[in-house]
Protein backbone atom coordinates (compact mmCIF):
# COMPACT_ATOMS: atom_id res chain seq x y z
CA UNK A 1 0.00 0.00 0.00
CA UNK A 2 2.78 2.17 0.42
CA UNK A 3 4.47 2.00 -2.92
CA UNK A 4 0.84 2.70 -4.26
CA UNK A 5 0.81 5.86 -2.39
CA UNK A 6 3.99 6.70 -3.58
CA UNK A 7 2.79 5.92 -7.18
CA UNK A 8 0.10 8.00 -6.68
CA UNK A 9 2.44 11.25 -5.99
CA UNK A 10 5.13 9.86 -8.78
CA UNK A 11 3.00 9.57 -11.59
CA UNK A 12 1.09 12.49 -11.78
CA UNK A 13 4.74 14.78 -11.38
CA UNK A 14 5.93 12.37 -14.02
CA UNK A 15 2.94 13.21 -16.65
CA UNK A 16 3.31 17.21 -15.86
CA UNK A 17 7.13 17.10 -16.27
CA UNK A 18 6.63 15.48 -19.97
CA UNK A 19 3.67 17.51 -21.01
CA UNK A 20 5.66 20.45 -20.31
CA UNK A 21 7.52 19.38 -23.97
CA UNK A 22 5.54 15.69 -24.68
CA UNK A 23 4.05 15.92 -28.70
CA UNK A 24 1.48 13.65 -27.44
CA UNK A 25 1.14 11.83 -24.24
CA UNK A 26 -2.18 9.57 -23.22
CA UNK A 27 -3.22 7.86 -20.28
CA UNK A 28 -5.54 4.75 -19.91
CA UNK A 29 -6.93 2.37 -17.07
CA UNK A 30 -8.31 -1.39 -17.18
CA UNK A 31 -10.45 -2.54 -14.49
CA UNK A 32 -11.21 -6.13 -14.79
CA UNK A 33 -13.27 -8.22 -11.98
CA UNK A 34 -13.61 -11.66 -13.01
CA UNK A 35 -15.92 -14.06 -11.23
CA UNK A 36 -14.86 -17.97 -11.53
CA UNK A 37 -16.76 -21.41 -10.56
CA UNK A 38 -14.11 -24.15 -10.51
CA UNK A 39 -15.15 -27.91 -10.53
CA UNK A 40 -13.14 -29.79 -12.25
CA UNK A 41 -10.44 -26.89 -14.08
CA UNK A 42 -7.08 -27.80 -15.31
CA UNK A 43 -7.69 -31.18 -13.61
CA UNK A 44 -10.73 -33.96 -12.65
CA UNK A 45 -12.21 -33.43 -9.31
CA UNK A 46 -10.96 -35.14 -6.98
CA UNK A 47 -12.90 -36.81 -4.60
CA UNK A 48 -13.26 -35.49 -1.34
CA UNK A 49 -12.85 -32.10 -2.36
CA UNK A 50 -15.71 -29.19 -2.94
CA UNK A 51 -15.88 -26.92 -6.14
CA UNK A 52 -14.42 -23.22 -5.21
CA UNK A 53 -15.51 -19.78 -6.48
CA UNK A 54 -13.28 -16.21 -6.23
CA UNK A 55 -13.52 -13.24 -8.02
CA UNK A 56 -9.79 -12.30 -8.85
CA UNK A 57 -8.68 -8.53 -10.43
CA UNK A 58 -6.92 -6.71 -12.71
CA UNK A 59 -6.19 -2.51 -12.61
CA UNK A 60 -3.65 -1.31 -14.85
CA UNK A 61 -2.66 1.87 -15.58
CA UNK A 62 -0.78 2.62 -18.72
CA UNK A 63 1.19 5.91 -20.42
CA UNK A 64 2.32 6.39 -23.59
CA UNK A 65 4.19 9.10 -24.94
CA UNK A 66 5.49 10.00 -28.54
CA UNK A 67 7.85 12.98 -29.69
CA UNK A 68 8.89 12.73 -32.68
CA UNK A 69 10.96 9.56 -33.66
CA UNK A 70 10.58 8.57 -29.98
CA UNK A 71 8.30 6.10 -28.39
CA UNK A 72 8.29 5.11 -25.18
CA UNK A 73 5.16 3.26 -22.54
CA UNK A 74 4.89 2.77 -18.92
CA UNK A 75 2.29 0.27 -17.49
CA UNK A 76 1.78 -0.58 -14.10
CA UNK A 77 -0.67 -3.12 -12.72
CA UNK A 78 -2.12 -4.51 -9.60
CA UNK A 79 -2.91 -8.23 -9.69
CA UNK A 80 -5.29 -9.60 -6.54
CA UNK A 81 -8.45 -12.14 -5.73
CA UNK A 82 -11.29 -10.28 -3.69
CA UNK A 83 -10.52 -10.93 0.27
CA UNK A 84 -6.58 -11.97 -0.33
CA UNK A 85 -5.61 -9.36 1.94
CA UNK A 86 -8.56 -7.21 5.17
CA UNK A 87 -9.61 -4.06 3.30
CA UNK A 88 -8.94 -2.56 6.75
CA UNK A 89 -4.79 -3.87 6.55
CA UNK A 90 -1.82 -1.45 6.13
CA UNK A 91 0.15 -3.39 3.69
CA UNK A 92 -0.26 -4.98 0.55
CA UNK A 93 0.03 -8.60 -0.35
CA UNK A 94 0.83 -7.85 -4.25
CA UNK A 95 1.80 -4.42 -4.25
CA UNK A 96 1.80 -2.35 -7.64
CA UNK A 97 4.24 -4.55 -10.33
CA UNK A 98 5.41 -3.44 -13.66
CA UNK A 99 4.14 -5.30 -16.69
CA UNK A 100 5.48 -2.84 -19.76
CA UNK A 101 8.29 0.07 -19.93
CA UNK A 102 9.73 0.50 -22.89
CA UNK A 103 11.31 3.10 -25.26
CA UNK A 104 11.16 2.72 -28.89
CA UNK A 105 13.56 5.25 -31.48
CA UNK A 106 12.97 5.13 -35.20
CA UNK A 107 15.68 5.08 -36.76
CA UNK A 108 14.12 6.12 -40.02
CA UNK A 109 11.15 4.73 -41.59
CA UNK A 110 11.86 1.20 -41.59
CA UNK A 111 13.74 0.72 -38.97
CA UNK A 112 12.80 1.07 -35.14
CA UNK A 113 14.34 0.10 -31.81
CA UNK A 114 12.46 -1.19 -28.50
CA UNK A 115 14.24 -1.65 -25.01
CA UNK A 116 12.79 -2.79 -22.60
CA UNK A 117 9.67 -4.96 -20.74
CA UNK A 118 7.81 -5.43 -23.49
CA UNK A 119 4.94 -7.97 -24.69
CA UNK A 120 6.15 -10.30 -27.50
CA UNK A 121 2.86 -10.93 -29.73
CA UNK A 122 3.10 -12.73 -33.23
CA UNK A 123 0.73 -14.31 -35.30
CA UNK A 124 -1.77 -16.43 -33.85
CA UNK A 125 -0.03 -16.26 -30.40
CA UNK A 126 0.68 -20.27 -30.86
CA UNK A 127 4.02 -19.53 -29.85
CA UNK A 128 4.53 -16.39 -28.23
CA UNK A 129 1.79 -14.00 -27.06
CA UNK A 130 0.88 -11.58 -24.54
CA UNK A 131 -1.31 -14.19 -22.51
CA UNK A 132 -3.80 -11.38 -22.08
CA UNK A 133 -6.15 -14.00 -20.48
CA UNK A 134 -4.16 -13.93 -17.21
CA UNK A 135 -5.01 -11.51 -14.93
CA UNK A 136 -1.06 -10.48 -14.98
CA UNK A 137 -0.42 -10.76 -18.49
CA UNK A 138 3.16 -11.76 -20.24
CA UNK A 139 5.82 -9.66 -21.09
CA UNK A 140 9.72 -9.46 -21.59
CA UNK A 141 12.49 -7.78 -21.04
CA UNK A 142 14.07 -7.86 -24.07
CA UNK A 143 15.60 -5.72 -26.82
CA UNK A 144 13.45 -5.86 -30.30
CA UNK A 145 14.69 -4.20 -33.72
CA UNK A 146 12.06 -3.84 -36.33
CA UNK A 147 12.78 -3.86 -40.03
CA UNK A 148 9.20 -2.57 -41.80
CA UNK A 149 8.35 -1.64 -44.96
CA UNK A 150 4.75 -1.88 -47.27
CA UNK A 151 3.69 -5.33 -46.58
CA UNK A 152 7.26 -6.49 -45.30
CA UNK A 153 8.08 -6.87 -41.81
CA UNK A 154 11.55 -8.76 -39.86
CA UNK A 155 11.73 -8.53 -36.36
CA UNK A 156 14.99 -9.29 -34.29
CA UNK A 157 14.57 -9.74 -30.80
CA UNK A 158 17.54 -10.57 -27.94
CA UNK A 159 17.33 -10.93 -23.94
CA UNK A 160 19.29 -11.60 -21.25
CA UNK A 161 18.03 -12.88 -17.91
CA UNK A 162 19.48 -12.86 -14.66
CA UNK A 163 18.80 -12.62 -10.56
CA UNK A 164 20.55 -9.49 -9.50
CA UNK A 165 23.35 -7.15 -10.52
CA UNK A 166 25.67 -10.04 -9.44
CA UNK A 167 29.48 -10.32 -8.56
CA UNK A 168 29.65 -13.71 -10.18
CA UNK A 169 27.57 -16.43 -12.14
CA UNK A 170 24.60 -18.12 -9.95
CA UNK A 171 21.79 -20.49 -11.08
CA UNK A 172 19.16 -19.21 -12.63
CA UNK A 173 15.76 -20.81 -13.23
CA UNK A 174 12.92 -18.41 -12.95
CA UNK A 175 12.50 -18.05 -17.09
CA UNK A 176 14.88 -18.56 -19.97
CA UNK A 177 18.62 -17.18 -19.06
CA UNK A 178 18.35 -16.02 -22.73
CA UNK A 179 16.75 -15.30 -25.80
CA UNK A 180 17.22 -14.86 -29.66
CA UNK A 181 14.63 -14.77 -32.16
CA UNK A 182 13.93 -13.61 -36.32
CA UNK A 183 10.25 -13.31 -37.14
CA UNK A 184 9.42 -12.51 -40.40
CA UNK A 185 6.13 -11.88 -42.09
CA UNK A 186 4.72 -10.67 -45.77
CA UNK A 187 1.67 -9.97 -46.27
CA UNK A 188 -0.23 -10.78 -50.07
CA UNK A 189 -3.96 -9.92 -51.29
CA UNK A 190 -5.38 -12.39 -49.33
CA UNK A 191 -2.66 -14.37 -47.52
CA UNK A 192 -0.11 -13.96 -44.96
CA UNK A 193 2.58 -15.99 -44.14
CA UNK A 194 5.58 -15.67 -41.37
CA UNK A 195 8.44 -17.44 -40.37
CA UNK A 196 9.96 -17.87 -36.98
CA UNK A 197 13.62 -18.76 -35.65
CA UNK A 198 13.91 -18.91 -31.73
CA UNK A 199 16.52 -19.88 -29.99
CA UNK A 200 15.70 -20.33 -25.76
CA UNK A 201 18.94 -20.78 -23.65
CA UNK A 202 18.21 -22.68 -19.64
CA UNK A 203 20.61 -22.71 -17.67
CA UNK A 204 21.72 -25.73 -15.32
CA UNK A 205 24.40 -26.67 -12.73
CA UNK A 206 26.81 -29.23 -14.13
CA UNK A 207 27.47 -30.82 -11.07
CA UNK A 208 30.61 -32.80 -12.74
CA UNK A 209 32.62 -30.01 -14.38
CA UNK A 210 31.22 -28.05 -11.51
CA UNK A 211 30.20 -25.41 -13.22
CA UNK A 212 27.04 -23.37 -14.94
CA UNK A 213 25.85 -24.40 -18.29
CA UNK A 214 22.97 -22.99 -20.52
CA UNK A 215 20.91 -25.86 -22.83
CA UNK A 216 19.78 -24.48 -25.92
CA UNK A 217 16.22 -25.12 -27.57
CA UNK A 218 15.31 -24.10 -31.08
CA UNK A 219 12.01 -23.59 -31.98
CA UNK A 220 11.28 -23.47 -35.99
CA UNK A 221 8.09 -23.05 -38.28
CA UNK A 222 5.69 -20.80 -40.24
CA UNK A 223 2.42 -19.74 -39.54
CA UNK A 224 -0.20 -18.58 -42.50
CA UNK A 225 -3.53 -16.90 -42.41
CA UNK A 226 -5.59 -16.10 -45.40
CA UNK A 227 -9.01 -14.58 -45.80
CA UNK A 228 -11.59 -14.49 -48.81
CA UNK A 229 -15.00 -13.52 -49.32
CA UNK A 230 -16.76 -16.23 -47.77
CA UNK A 231 -14.20 -18.50 -46.59
CA UNK A 232 -10.93 -18.09 -44.19
CA UNK A 233 -8.29 -20.10 -42.01
CA UNK A 234 -4.83 -20.36 -41.01
CA UNK A 235 -2.21 -23.03 -40.50
CA UNK A 236 0.86 -23.68 -38.33
CA UNK A 237 3.37 -26.17 -38.80
CA UNK A 238 6.27 -26.01 -35.71
CA UNK A 239 9.48 -28.16 -34.70
CA UNK A 240 11.71 -27.86 -31.93
CA UNK A 241 15.08 -29.34 -31.68
CA UNK A 242 18.27 -28.25 -29.78
CA UNK A 243 18.62 -29.22 -26.22
CA UNK A 244 16.59 -28.79 -22.67
CA UNK A 245 17.68 -28.12 -19.18
CA UNK A 246 16.87 -30.68 -17.00
CA UNK A 247 18.03 -31.09 -13.02
CA UNK A 248 22.02 -30.88 -13.49
CA UNK A 249 22.16 -32.00 -17.03
CA UNK A 250 20.69 -31.69 -20.32
CA UNK A 251 19.01 -33.98 -22.66
CA UNK A 252 18.25 -33.81 -26.44
CA UNK A 253 14.58 -32.76 -27.63
CA UNK A 254 12.65 -33.43 -31.33
CA UNK A 255 9.56 -32.35 -31.34
CA UNK A 256 6.56 -31.27 -33.45
CA UNK A 257 3.50 -29.49 -34.55
CA UNK A 258 0.63 -29.10 -36.90
CA UNK A 259 -2.47 -27.35 -37.02
CA UNK A 260 -4.77 -25.88 -39.22
CA UNK A 261 -8.23 -24.28 -38.75
CA UNK A 262 -10.90 -23.81 -41.67
CA UNK A 263 -13.69 -20.91 -41.85
CA UNK A 264 -16.83 -20.56 -43.47
CA UNK A 265 -19.04 -17.22 -43.51
CA UNK A 266 -22.73 -18.49 -43.76
CA UNK A 267 -23.98 -15.19 -43.54
CA UNK A 268 -22.85 -11.86 -42.14
CA UNK A 269 -23.91 -12.51 -38.29
CA UNK A 270 -22.80 -16.07 -38.61
CA UNK A 271 -19.91 -18.51 -39.34
CA UNK A 272 -18.24 -21.90 -38.86
CA UNK A 273 -14.82 -23.08 -38.17
CA UNK A 274 -13.38 -26.66 -38.36
CA UNK A 275 -9.92 -26.93 -36.98
CA UNK A 276 -6.89 -29.95 -35.38
CA UNK A 277 -4.12 -29.20 -33.38
CA UNK A 278 -1.39 -31.86 -33.32
CA UNK A 279 1.05 -31.83 -30.36
CA UNK A 280 3.70 -34.53 -30.30
CA UNK A 281 4.31 -36.65 -26.92
CA UNK A 282 6.10 -39.23 -25.80
CA UNK A 283 4.98 -42.50 -24.90
CA UNK A 284 4.65 -43.53 -21.37
CA UNK A 285 6.61 -46.84 -21.70
CA UNK A 286 9.75 -44.57 -23.60
CA UNK A 287 12.59 -45.02 -21.67
CA UNK A 288 14.81 -43.33 -23.92
CA UNK A 289 15.87 -39.79 -21.89
CA UNK A 290 15.12 -37.61 -25.29
CA UNK A 291 12.64 -34.88 -24.94
CA UNK A 292 9.44 -35.75 -27.76
CA UNK A 293 6.56 -33.57 -26.59
CA UNK A 294 6.40 -30.19 -27.95
CA UNK A 295 6.03 -26.83 -25.56
CA UNK A 296 4.22 -23.97 -27.18
CA UNK A 297 6.69 -22.30 -24.87
CA UNK A 298 5.22 -18.60 -24.74
CA UNK A 299 2.30 -18.72 -26.51
CA UNK A 300 -1.13 -17.41 -25.43
CA UNK A 301 -2.15 -21.71 -24.27
CA UNK A 302 -5.95 -20.43 -22.97
CA UNK A 303 -6.56 -19.90 -26.11
CA UNK A 304 -6.44 -23.39 -27.64
CA UNK A 305 -7.33 -26.58 -26.78
CA UNK A 306 -10.72 -25.68 -24.37
CA UNK A 307 -11.05 -23.03 -22.06
CA UNK A 308 -11.36 -25.30 -19.23
CA UNK A 309 -7.19 -25.06 -19.59
CA UNK A 310 -6.14 -28.72 -19.42
CA UNK A 311 -2.97 -28.91 -21.40
CA UNK A 312 -0.24 -26.66 -21.81
CA UNK A 313 -1.63 -23.66 -19.34
CA UNK A 314 0.76 -24.79 -16.44
CA UNK A 315 0.72 -28.11 -17.52
CA UNK A 316 1.06 -31.35 -18.93
CA UNK A 317 4.52 -30.16 -20.25
CA UNK A 318 6.81 -32.98 -21.18
CA UNK A 319 3.95 -35.40 -21.18
CA UNK A 320 1.94 -37.55 -24.05
CA UNK A 321 0.95 -34.68 -26.26
CA UNK A 322 -2.19 -34.08 -27.65
CA UNK A 323 -4.65 -34.35 -30.47
CA UNK A 324 -7.54 -31.67 -30.66
CA UNK A 325 -10.81 -31.83 -33.43
CA UNK A 326 -12.45 -28.87 -32.78
CA UNK A 327 -15.31 -27.07 -34.04
CA UNK A 328 -16.54 -22.98 -33.86
CA UNK A 329 -19.89 -21.82 -34.50
CA UNK A 330 -20.01 -17.83 -34.00
CA UNK A 331 -22.65 -15.49 -33.64
CA UNK A 332 -21.26 -11.85 -34.20
CA UNK A 333 -23.51 -8.97 -34.96
CA UNK A 334 -24.28 -5.61 -33.15
CA UNK A 335 -22.99 -5.59 -29.99
CA UNK A 336 -23.25 -9.51 -29.29
CA UNK A 337 -20.57 -12.03 -30.21
CA UNK A 338 -21.41 -15.41 -29.10
CA UNK A 339 -19.84 -18.56 -29.82
CA UNK A 340 -20.29 -22.63 -29.53
CA UNK A 341 -16.70 -24.69 -29.32
CA UNK A 342 -16.63 -28.62 -29.10
CA UNK A 343 -13.48 -30.29 -28.66
CA UNK A 344 -12.24 -33.91 -29.06
CA UNK A 345 -9.22 -34.59 -27.06
CA UNK A 346 -6.64 -37.57 -27.77
CA UNK A 347 -3.34 -38.44 -26.64
CA UNK A 348 -0.67 -38.45 -29.47
CA UNK A 349 1.31 -41.19 -27.55
CA UNK A 350 0.36 -43.85 -25.42
CA UNK A 351 -0.95 -43.80 -22.13
CA UNK A 352 -0.78 -47.28 -19.61
CA UNK A 353 -2.68 -48.33 -16.27
CA UNK A 354 0.94 -48.02 -14.39
CA UNK A 355 -0.93 -50.73 -11.88
CA UNK A 356 -2.16 -53.09 -15.06
CA UNK A 357 0.65 -52.21 -17.47
CA UNK A 358 -2.24 -52.15 -20.12
CA UNK A 359 -2.35 -49.57 -23.22
CA UNK A 360 -5.03 -47.53 -22.46
CA UNK A 361 -7.24 -45.83 -25.67
CA UNK A 362 -6.38 -42.69 -26.78
CA UNK A 363 -9.20 -40.82 -26.72
CA UNK A 364 -9.33 -38.18 -23.54
CA UNK A 365 -12.78 -36.60 -23.55
CA UNK A 366 -15.18 -34.49 -25.01
CA UNK A 367 -14.82 -30.10 -23.65
CA UNK A 368 -17.59 -27.97 -24.92
CA UNK A 369 -17.19 -24.33 -24.05
CA UNK A 370 -19.96 -21.43 -24.19
CA UNK A 371 -18.91 -18.31 -24.42
CA UNK A 372 -20.68 -14.60 -24.85
CA UNK A 373 -19.45 -11.01 -25.15
CA UNK A 374 -21.49 -7.91 -24.69
CA UNK A 375 -20.20 -4.77 -25.67
CA UNK A 376 -22.58 -2.20 -23.34
CA UNK A 377 -20.24 0.86 -25.23
CA UNK A 378 -16.79 1.18 -26.03
CA UNK A 379 -15.29 1.28 -22.64
CA UNK A 380 -17.06 -1.65 -21.25
CA UNK A 381 -17.56 -5.29 -21.97
CA UNK A 382 -19.02 -8.25 -20.61
CA UNK A 383 -17.85 -11.34 -20.98
CA UNK A 384 -19.08 -14.91 -19.70
CA UNK A 385 -18.93 -18.75 -20.12
CA UNK A 386 -19.62 -22.01 -19.13
CA UNK A 387 -17.74 -25.20 -20.51
CA UNK A 388 -18.11 -28.71 -19.58
CA UNK A 389 -15.33 -31.57 -19.74
CA UNK A 390 -16.82 -35.18 -20.41
CA UNK A 391 -13.52 -36.73 -19.50
CA UNK A 392 -12.79 -40.54 -20.06
CA UNK A 393 -10.96 -43.37 -17.97
CA UNK A 394 -7.54 -42.61 -19.89
CA UNK A 395 -7.99 -38.87 -18.89
CA UNK A 396 -8.53 -40.02 -15.38
CA UNK A 397 -5.46 -42.13 -15.70
CA UNK A 398 -3.55 -39.53 -16.78
CA UNK A 399 -4.31 -36.79 -14.66
CA UNK A 400 -6.37 -38.27 -11.42
CA UNK A 401 -9.28 -37.32 -9.71
CA UNK A 402 -12.58 -38.90 -10.67
CA UNK A 403 -14.53 -38.24 -14.68
CA UNK A 404 -17.80 -38.60 -13.05
CA UNK A 405 -17.61 -36.02 -10.47
CA UNK A 406 -18.95 -32.82 -12.78
CA UNK A 407 -16.03 -31.36 -13.81
CA UNK A 408 -17.53 -28.19 -15.17
CA UNK A 409 -16.25 -23.88 -15.10
CA UNK A 410 -18.47 -20.92 -15.15
CA UNK A 411 -17.02 -17.33 -15.20
CA UNK A 412 -18.27 -13.51 -15.71
CA UNK A 413 -16.21 -10.86 -16.75
CA UNK A 414 -15.87 -7.12 -16.71
CA UNK A 415 -13.64 -4.88 -18.38
CA UNK A 416 -13.79 -1.31 -17.82
CA UNK A 417 -10.92 0.49 -20.49
CA UNK A 418 -11.43 4.07 -20.58
CA UNK A 419 -8.97 6.63 -22.08
CA UNK A 420 -8.54 9.36 -19.42
CA UNK A 421 -6.53 11.88 -21.32
CA UNK A 422 -4.90 12.73 -24.46
CA UNK A 423 -2.84 16.08 -24.51
CA UNK A 424 -1.00 16.90 -28.08
CA UNK A 425 1.32 19.80 -27.96
Do not use: C
Not at 191 to 204: D, I
Not at 208 to 229: H, P
Amino acid sequence: MKLYKKMLVVVPFVITTLSSFAQELEANLQIRPRFEYRNGFKELMKDGLYPTSFVSQRSRMNFFYKQEKIKANLSFQNIRVWGDVATTSTLDKNGVALFESWISYDFNTNWTAKFGRQVLSYDNQRIMGGIDWLQQGQSHDAVLVTNKKNNYQMDFGAALNNNNEALYESAYVTNYKNMQFIWFNQKFSKLSLSFLALNNGYQYENLTENKFQVAYLQTLGTYGKWDTSKFYGDFGLYAQTGEAAVTNDKVDVGAYYAGFNLGYKFTVPFKAELGFEYLSGKDQNDTNTKVKSFSPLFGTNHGFNGLMDYFYVGNHKNSVGLQDLYTKFIYDKNKWQVTLSPHLFYSAASVYNMTTLEEQDSYLGTEIDLTATYKLDKNFVITGGVSKMFASNTMEILKGGNNSNGNNWAWVMISFNPQLFTYKK
